[in-house]
């Protein structure tokens, strides 16, 4: 039966190898700036909620706002305004087909 050669298979590296990871992940100001989140937010139960408050009201804004936009873009005509707007009209158009039917008499 054939095998592979010898040279030609992998070899294991053995040993620690280099850590993997960006170049901003291994700056110091990163790492401190990291620290401090840990300390301070993480770390302290009330900073913790008010930070877990902060980021979901973020991403709820994110979404919710914009939709909010376009559901009122989409329904401008079924507004109370636009039905005021249309009572209005038809009121005066009442009107004037009043006058013109008594200035016809």
Partial sequence: MKTISYNKTVK???GRKKPVGWKVFQDPKYK???NFIHRNVMCNSL???IFFFVVTYSITSFFF???LWLYQSNNRHR???EAIKKENEYKRLKA???EAEEDEE
């Fill in 12 to 14: 294991p590296i053995l």
């Fill in 32 to 34: 401190s700036m990291m």
């Fill in 47 to 49: 900073n913790y909620q």
């Fill in 65 to 67: 706002y914009p939709s």
């Fill in 79 to 81: 507004q109370l305004d």
């Fill in 96 to 98: 004037l087909e009043e």
